[in-house]
């Protein structure tokens, strides 16, 4: 038997996902077709009349839904018996009104509640702290157990998304999107949740376009609180469409979506996407200069992950935004550094990808950036100049980042690990660079 579920894109009916026995396809509908400049489910799956099959549509759906094993079993037992933690299609249509991106997934006997505003459930820090402290004797507790949210959130990290609302969190029920993503960090890091929201923004005070962050407490439990640059609020957005309560969603997918492959497959050594590919994308999508900016914004970011020895930028953790026909690399996020943790050894860390043909975090230096700027068609020697300018003005952005009471204030003895394992760290870079 043949299943639906109808896909929205924006708040606008884009076509039909249907799944039998053996695989799931998808389909534009005419209007969405119609329309002047319809967004893309995904670049990999461009606007048009034909069907598409499971090796696009799969991957798409799969890099929806968390990239962890006993969240998806969770998952699916909670949604049983119609929901299968090996299929996609019978969790989105469980839990895929509120996606990364613009995109929802709706049964067809239910199209009319996303023309109706979702409600709210108000929380108190109480009932979020104690959501953070199963989520921490848990990870694979993603959803809180006695609200039905019906949202799916990528990666492997355990993560949960709210709203934000009149200076109150709120867990939305229905079409209603959230607008703020919650990472209580993880549990083998210690304070990992300081250290991805120093990691954000440092990268944004050296001029790199990176999420906005910030650290709360609910109830004595730390989280880092990632606010959703896919989401607009009604002052931001425009017309023609607007989701629930007035906030607009904004499509995105990472580079695996894009490029059809499996989350499963993220790291280049795994198979998965490589700077090549990546960069290719971009220069097939966009005008020439348009490609040639967002391709040395890339490379900044991945660059900036090698600054700071972040082993984990692989290739889902990094995204473009979609609006019609236009694309856009999407700020920075998932960024943490491993340096001030036992495990960090700089002589045997290896990245997420390869700069210049090697993986090794020691065997990268200026050579090798120049070199891998050249073979995406950038200035090499200007490429070389602009890590140079990063380094040169970090480690003022890390004292002062690091010196903030508040933080200070939750745990000082991490934050000065982490102070100077950065300063360390960037020395040992700008040693490289020369």
């Known amino acids: ?204 005070r050296l001029g790199l376009v990176a999420a906005r962050s910030r650290i709360e407490r609910f109830d004595g439990e730390t989280a880092v609180v990632v606010e959703r640059y896919d989401r607009l609020r009604p002052a931001e957005a425009r017309p023609p469409e607007e989701s629930a309560r007035g906030l607009r969603r904004i499509h995105q997918e990472d580079f695996c979506q894009a490029l059809s492959v499996m989350p499963s497959q993220k790291y280049e050594d795994d198979g998965g996407p490589g700077l090549g590919r990546m960069a290719a994308l971009l220069r097939r999508q966009l005008p020439r200069d348009e490609a040639q900016r967002a391709i040395e914004r890339l490379l900044l970011g991945v660059a900036f992950n090698w600054l700071i020895a972040a082993p984990d930028a692989h290739a889902k953790n990094y995204s473009v935004l979609l609006s019609g026909r236009q694309i856009a690399l999407a700020p920075l996020y998932d960024i943490a550094t491993l340096t001030p943790y036992d495990r960090y050894r700089s002589e045997r860390m290896r990245l997420a990808q390869k700069v210049a043909g090697t993986y090794r975090l020691a065997e990268i230096g200026g050579l090798e950036w120049r070199t891998e700027a050249a073979a995406r068609g950038l200035d090499p020697d200007r490429f070389g100049d602009r890590i140079t300018e990063l380094v040169a003005a970090a480690p003022d952005h890390i004292r002062a980042l690091c010196s903030d009471p508040a933080l200070r204030a939750m745990d000082p003895e991490f934050v000065d690990d982490l102070r100077t394992a950065l300063l360390d760290r960037f020395a040992a870079a700008a040693a490289a660079l020369r």
């Open 1 to 204: 038997m043949t299943r639906q579920l109808l896909v929205f894109v924006d708040g606008v009916r884009a076509g039909v996902l249907e799944c039998d026995v053996r695989s799931s396809t998808f389909r534009y509908d005419r209007p969405y077709l119609a329309r002047r400049t319809p967004t893309p489910l995904s670049l990999s799956l461009p606007v048009g009349p034909r069907e598409y099959g499971p090796e696009v549509v799969e991957p798409f759906l799969w890099g929806l839904l968390p990239d962890n094993a006993e969240t998806l079993r969770r998952w699916a037992l909670d949604a049983r018996p119609q929901a299968d933690e090996h299929n996609p299609f019978t969790l989105l249509q469980h839990y895929g009104l509120d996606c990364a991106g613009a995109v929802q997934f709706v049964r067809p006997e239910n199209e009319a509640t996303l023309g109706r505003q979702g409600g709210l459930s108000r929380l108190s820090d109480a009932q979020i702290g104690a959501q953070i402290r199963a989520m921490n004797a848990d990870p694979s507790r993603w959803t809180f157990d006695d609200r039905d949210g019906r949202f799916s959130l990528g990666g492997a990290q355990a993560k949960f998304g709210l709203l934000r609302e009149d200076d109150a969190w709120a867990l939305p029920t229905g079409a209603t999107p959230t607008t703020h993503i919650v990472k209580p960090g993880i549990p083998e890091f210690r304070a990992s949740a300081i250290n991805e929201h120093i990691c954000l923004m440092l990268a944004a």
